[in-house]
């Protein structure tokens, strides 16, 4: 018995259920790699750090910290077209 019914269907037509990795490839994305989820991770950090600045009312630190989130974000796109574009 399949787990789930997208399981269920695709044994039905005889076919193997997309892992999230073929999926993304097959839609002209890169897969998201060591260094892309690290990236991510960082990005993430700045844009928690620049809502707490917010909340506190320090503009200074939230600017610094969205420069931050520009660095980390631009980092992960430059990884994603590298990756993608690996034979």
């Keep these: ?3 789930n019914l997208e399981s269920a ?3 039905v037509l005889g ?3 997309p892992t999230a990795e ?3 490839t097959s839609a002209g994305m890169a897969p998201v790699t060591g260094a892309i989820k690290e990236a991510l991770k ?3 950090k700045h844009f928690e ?3 707490a600045y917010s909340r506190q009312g320090d503009w200074s630190g939230y600017g610094d910290e969205l ?3 520009e660095k980390a974000l631009n980092e992960m796109a430059s ?3 590298k990756a993608s574009e690996k034979p």
């Design 22 to 24: 073929s999926a993304a």
């Design 9 to 11: 269907l695709y044994g």
């Design 79 to 81: 990884k994603t077209r």
């Design 42 to 44: 960082e990005a993430l």
């Design 49 to 51: 750090k620049a809502k």
């Design 1 to 3: 018995m399949r787990e």
């Design 67 to 69: 420069k931050n989130l």
């Design 15 to 17: 076919k193997e259920v």
